[in-house]
């Protein structure tokens, strides 16, 4: 059997009496899933005889990684599945080294796992988000002694993996969290090939003091060892960021069972690892025995942090202003398996936003995710799953221990890392018959202490458990003005009242849904409903669509006018609040999640600058006008191709831009220059009240930021027409290209007046040869959705033939479209 492999890791030592191929392969292709359970290990392998009506259940073909979920997380007609899913395989296995071990490392996987070799089960893992590694080396050698090993399976060893995202109260996180419990090998699967002494776990530990001049590092090593060798020896090597090797030093070791201090080095005056200088030094550890060497490379930085006493946040001794967001792994089409690539785009688009923090919530994240913050320079607070719910018993706290002690352990040489996230939202009862604050004190007590003791550098942290805020070093309260609660106009003072309240102040979450391509001429109208003054926290419920009292959350319209105004406000305020160490908006990426059913796209939080396809929205360039250095100017409305109102209103137009002055041209004729000033809101300044002509208009600015010039351009049509009530649906094709068509259907009232301001909800179906582009979460990728201004688009993939749109509308005649 050929297999498409990526190889991670190839090391070549040309030493005199030396060399070794230590080499780990992702494990990508030739795989086979099974969406339900099976009767027993011996249904996964046993002989299939081409066209025997018994050789069920099928089995589909895919790749790694691969998540149950890709399309049932936002599937508008059902719940999404939580159960068992199995893979299987077939590996070519032949280890180089003479009495080596082979092993099976996991990336991730949801939630329970248990690993097989043909019919052995060789390992089991409990928990969806940290590493693991299953040792597979006895299983295939008693494998390879069988005579089926040639016979049937042509000298390849048979592999079996079996995945559980079933509900259960007494694992972490909790079902009633926020976000989807995904199943599958989400995460990337390696093939590693170890010597018979390797080493687990590399501990590197880099400081420097405030003035940048002196850098310790302190190394030490966990073996992996089931040899039960004694003694081990080898080299640490030291390479600056520019690739050069600074320092080299060997060491021995005559104890192999505890983690082995292996070198220290001194080094003067270190590049320093920041945001804008994300520097990154190498360490290099080998480790011999006989002769087999084994080597293993990190990455560290030198930098040194403060979070001040009832003041700022500073970074090498500068203050520096957390700018920041969150992240869940999530990605239209494949859910919570994300490549790579897609990983790698999302945080550049991250980064060219502006962002230098990043709480990764709520839960351990992809190895290349940590990797990614590193190098670009993105500080990080990193949390364990023990999200909402209340306290469990002895088996759910042993399992939050580990799954803390694993994340600190595996990623405790991330010079990104600031933070520790002890839990999130533990106030939120639900999970247990009986909610016992104490006892969830006690607990967070605990894991208090056991981060401090696995890594003394960081500091700890929690959201939003107000009866446990004393216990981390940094707390963050509730604080959603002008979304769950209150104006946004009150988040100053919201937010120095918590401030006084803890030595440890910091703001994470904070923001507001917005509805992909809905737009409002008056996008602050629900707020005369809403009362100031009742506190700006979230409380139970009130994400809720339904009931209490009035809130933009409800009552608003979810357009990306009001969030882009929400967004603005607090980054102008943000700009002047000097004993502010940061705040982190949720969310950067809109998200599935099991509990918003109700949403204008079902199942999905909206809260992301970015849809879950990774298209910007309107709020994305807000951010970067006030985070960003190199030029940018961006007129609001891209994605509103028609707006509203009577013939001669003024209306007004607003460009987010980080330049010093723009100029604004509507049809030719220049508006006049304005100077940008971030505390006159909106849009710092940068708005213009323009009479629109009917029909269409042309809109260009010119900005300027010293010598540099930037320009943005748009057309939107000027309706003038009023309408009533919709009556009927239209629909047309709009686009044609590379075997895909897109479809626009609108509301129109009795007369054919396009109902701009229409909310109802549309439903595409489709018959023929082609297939929906849906389940993706996005606004234009899901085939039930609440119009925005009044339309609604879905794309077909043709797949060269015949087929027939459908579209409804509760209360208007269904209407259809030939493809």
């Not at 991730?108 to 089960?121: E, I, L, M, N, R």
């Not at 999130?424 to 247990?432: R, V």
């Given at each position: 059997?050929?297999?498409?492999?990526?190889?991670?890791?190839?090391?070549?030592?040309?030493?005199?009496?030396?060399?070794?191929?230590?080499?780990?392969?992702?494990?990508?292709?030739?795989?086979?899933?099974?969406?339900?359970?099976?009767?027993?290990?011996?249904?996964?392998?046993?002989?299939?005889?081409?066209?025997?009506?018994?050789?069920?259940?099928?089995?589909?073909?895919?790749?790694?990684?691969?998540?149950?979920?890709?399309?049932?997380?936002?599937?508008?007609?059902?719940?999404?599945?939580?159960?068992?899913?199995?893979?299987?395989?077939?590996?070519?296995?032949?280890?180089?080294?003479?009495?080596?071990?082979?092993?099976?490392?996991?990336?991730?996987?949801?939630?329970?796992?248990?690993?097989?070799?043909?019919?052995?089960?060789?390992g089991?893992?409990?928990?969806?988000?940290?590493?693991?590694?299953?040792?597979?080396?006895?299983?295939?050698?008693?494998?390879?002694?069988?005579?089926?090993?040639?016979?049937?399976?042509?000298?390849?060893?048979?592999?079996?993996?079996?995945c559980?995202?079933?509900?259960?109260?007494?694992?972490?996180?909790?079902?009633?969290?926020?976000?989807?419990?995904?199943?599958?090998?989400?995460?990337?699967?390696?093939?590693?090939y170890?010597?018979?002494?390797?080493?687990?776990?590399?501990?590197?530990?880099?400081?420097?003091?405030?003035?940048?001049?002196?850098?310790?590092?302190?190394?030490?090593?966990?073996?992996?060892?089931?040899?039960?060798?004694?003694?081990?020896?080898?080299?640490?090597?030291?390479?600056?960021?520019?690739?050069?090797?600074i320092?080299?030093?060997?060491?021995?070791?005559?104890?192999?069972?505890?983690?082995?201090?292996?070198?220290?080095?001194?080094?003067?005056?270190?590049?320093?690892?920041?945001?804008?200088?994300p520097?990154?030094?190498?360490?290099?550890?080998?480790?011999?025995?006989?002769?087999?060497?084994?080597?293993?490379?990190?990455?560290?930085?030198?930098?040194?942090?403060?979070?001040?006493?009832?003041?700022?946040?500073?970074?090498?001794?500068?203050?520096?202003?957390?700018?920041?967001?969150?992240r869940?792994?999530?990605?239209?089409?494949v859910?919570?398996?994300?490549?790579?690539?897609?990983?790698?785009?999302?945080?550049q688009?991250?980064?060219?936003?502006?962002?230098?923090?990043?709480?990764?919530?709520?839960?351990?994240?992809?190895?290349?995710?940590?990797?990614?913050?590193?190098?670009?320079?993105?500080?990080?607070?990193?949390?364990?799953?023990?999200?909402?719910?209340?306290?469990?018993?002895?088996?759910?706290?042993?399992?939050?221990?580990?799954?803390?002690?694993?994340?600190?352990?595996?990623?405790?040489?991330?010079?990104?890392?600031i933070?520790?996230?002890?839990?999130?939202?533990?106030?939120w009862?639900?999970?247990?018959?009986?909610?016992?604050?104490?006892?969830?004190?006690?607990?967070?007590?605990?894991?208090?202490?056991l981060a401090?003791?696995?890594?003394?550098?960081?500091?700890?942290?929690?959201?939003?458990?107000?009866?446990?805020?004393?216990?981390?070093?940094?707390?963050?309260?509730?604080?959603?003005?002008?979304?769950?609660?209150?104006?946004?106009?009150?988040?100053?003072?919201?937010?120095?009242?918590?401030?006084?309240?803890?030595?440890?102040?910091?703001?994470?979450?904070?923001?507001?849904?917005?509805?992909?391509?809905?737009?409002?001429?008056?996008?602050?109208?629900?707020?005369?409903?809403?009362?100031?003054?009742?506190?700006?926290?979230?409380?139970?419920?009130?994400?809720?669509?339904?009931?209490?009292?009035?809130?933009?959350?409800?009552?608003?319209?979810?357009?990306?006018?009001?969030i882009?105004?929400?967004?603005?406000?607090?980054?102008?305020?943000?700009?002047?609040?000097?004993?502010?160490t940061?705040?982190?908006?949720?969310?950067?990426?809109?998200?599935?999640?099991?509990?918003?059913?109700?949403?204008?796209i079902p199942?999905?939080?909206?809260?992301?600058?970015?849809e879950?396809?990774?298209?910007?929205?309107?709020?994305?360039?807000?951010?970067?006008?006030?985070?960003?250095?190199?030029?940018?100017?961006?007129?609001?409305?891209?994605?509103?191709?028609?707006?509203?109102?009577?013939?001669?209103?003024?209306?007004?137009?607003?460009?987010?831009?980080?330049?010093?002055?723009?100029?604004?041209?509507?049809?030719?004729?220049?508006?006049?220059?304005?100077?940008?000033?971030?505390?006159?809101?909106?849009?710092?300044?940068?708005?213009?009240?323009?009479?629109?002509?009917?029909?269409?208009?042309?809109?260009?600015?010119?900005?300027?930021?010293?010598?540099?010039?930037?320009?943005?351009?748009?057309?939107?049509?000027?309706?003038?027409?009023?309408?009533?009530?919709?009556?009927?649906?239209?629909?047309?094709?709009?686009?044609?290209?590379?075997?895909?068509?897109?479809?626009?259907?609108?509301?129109?009232?009795?007369?054919?007046?396009?109902?701009?301001?229409?909310?109802?909800?549309?439903n595409?179906?489709?018959?023929?040869?082609?297939?929906?582009?849906?389940?993706?979460?996005?606004?234009?990728?899901?085939?039930?959705?609440?119009?925005?201004?009044?339309?609604?688009?879905?794309?077909?993939?043709?797949?060269?033939?015949?087929?027939?749109?459908?579209?409804?509308?509760?209360?208007?005649?269904?209407?259809?479209?030939?493809?």
């Amino acid at each position: 059997m050929k297999r498409s492999v990526l190889l991670l890791s190839v090391f070549i030592c040309t030493s005199v009496g030396f060399s070794y191929a230590q080499q780990k392969t992702r494990l990508t292709n030739n795989w086979e899933f099974l969406k339900q359970d099976i009767g027993g290990i011996w249904e996964a392998v046993r002989p299939v005889t081409p066209g025997n009506p018994e050789s069920v259940p099928v089995w589909q073909k895919v790749n790694l990684p691969h998540c149950f979920n890709a399309r049932d997380a936002v599937d508008p007609d059902v719940n999404y599945y939580q159960g068992p899913g199995w893979y299987r395989t077939q590996l070519d296995i032949q280890n180089p080294y003479a009495g080596g071990h082979t092993l099976l490392h996991f990336e991730g996987a949801g939630q329970k796992t248990d690993v097989y070799v043909y019919t052995t089960k060789v390992g089991s893992h409990l928990g969806g988000y940290d590493e693991w590694t299953v040792d597979i080396t006895q299983a295939v050698e008693d494998f390879k002694k069988t005579d089926i090993y040639q016979k049937r399976f042509k000298g390849h060893i048979p592999i079996e993996i079996r995945c559980d995202n079933s509900r259960d109260l007494e694992t972490i996180p909790s079902q009633l969290s926020d976000f989807n419990v995904y199943g599958g090998l989400y995460r990337y699967l390696n093939l590693v090939y170890a010597p018979a002494l390797s080493l687990d776990k590399i501990f590197a530990s880099a400081q420097v003091d405030k003035d940048d001049k002196q850098g310790d590092l302190q190394i030490k090593a966990r073996f992996y060892n089931p040899a039960g060798k004694t003694a081990a020896e080898g080299t640490v090597r030291l390479i600056d960021p520019q690739g050069k090797l600074i320092m080299q030093k060997n060491y021995s070791v005559n104890d192999l069972k505890s983690d082995a201090a292996i070198g220290t080095f001194q080094i003067k005056k270190p590049k320093a690892w920041s945001p804008l200088s994300p520097a990154l030094y190498t360490v290099e550890v080998s480790v011999k025995s006989d002769d087999q060497v084994y080597v293993q490379i990190e990455k560290v930085g030198f930098r040194n942090f403060e979070f001040a006493d009832n003041g700022p946040f500073y970074l090498n001794g500068k203050r520096l202003l957390l700018r920041g967001t969150h992240r869940h792994e999530d990605q239209a089409g494949v859910a919570e398996a994300m490549t790579d690539n897609m990983m790698r785009q999302e945080m550049q688009m991250m980064k060219d936003m502006g962002v230098n923090f990043i709480r990764l919530g709520h839960y351990q994240q992809s190895r290349t995710i940590l990797n990614l913050c590193d190098s670009l320079g993105i500080l990080v607070w990193e949390e364990e799953p023990w999200c909402r719910g209340g306290l469990g018993g002895e088996g759910y706290q042993a399992q939050a221990k580990q799954m803390m002690t694993n994340m600190i352990e595996q990623h405790y040489n991330h010079p990104a890392i600031i933070l520790w996230g002890l839990g999130n939202e533990n106030d939120w009862e639900g999970d247990f018959p009986v909610y016992d604050k104490e006892k969830i004190r006690t607990f967070m007590k605990t894991q208090n202490d056991l981060a401090h003791s696995l890594d003394p550098s960081r500091k700890t942290t929690i959201r939003r458990c107000d009866f446990c805020k004393d216990i981390p070093d940094v707390y963050s309260p509730s604080i959603w003005a002008g979304w769950y609660r209150g104006l946004f106009t009150e988040y100053r003072a919201t937010s120095e009242e918590e401030f006084k309240k803890v030595k440890h102040f910091f703001h994470a979450e904070w923001g507001g849904d917005s509805h992909a391509l809905r737009h409002s001429e008056n996008p602050d109208k629900a707020l005369s409903n809403i009362k100031s003054g009742s506190g700006t926290d979230e409380r139970l419920g009130d994400a809720s669509l339904y009931g209490g009292a009035a809130r933009a959350s409800k009552d608003g319209d979810w357009s990306e006018s009001y969030i882009c105004n929400l967004f603005d406000w607090h980054l102008k305020e943000q700009e002047t609040m000097p004993w502010l160490t940061g705040a982190a908006f949720w969310i950067f990426k809109d998200f599935s999640t099991p509990i918003r059913p109700d949403n204008p796209i079902p199942y999905m939080n909206q809260k992301g600058v970015v849809e879950r396809d990774l298209t910007p929205k309107e709020s994305y360039y807000v951010f970067q006008s006030y985070w960003t250095d190199k030029p940018m100017a961006h007129i609001y409305g891209h994605t509103w191709p028609v707006r509203w109102g009577d013939a001669g209103e003024q209306k007004m137009i607003k460009v987010y831009s980080n330049c010093d002055n723009a100029e604004l041209f509507v049809n030719g004729k220049s508006y006049g220059i304005k100077k940008r000033n971030s505390q006159d809101f909106p849009a710092a300044g940068l708005r213009w009240m323009v009479v629109f002509q009917a029909g269409n208009n042309d809109i260009k600015v010119i900005a300027h930021k010293g010598k540099q010039t930037v320009t943005d351009q748009i057309s939107q049509q000027y309706q003038t027409e009023k309408w009533d009530k919709p009556a009927k649906l239209q629909i047309e094709k709009i686009k044609d290209e590379n075997g895909e068509s897109t479809v626009q259907v609108k509301l129109v009232d009795s007369k054919g007046v396009p109902c701009l301001d229409a909310v109802n909800w549309i439903n595409f179906s489709l018959s023929g040869d082609g297939t929906l582009i849906d389940d993706l979460g996005t606004s234009r990728g899901s085939r039930k959705v609440q119009a925005y201004n009044g339309r609604a688009l879905i794309s077909v993939k043709n797949n060269k033939g015949k087929s027939v749109v459908g579209v409804q509308s509760p209360g208007l005649e269904t209407i259809f479209i030939n493809l």
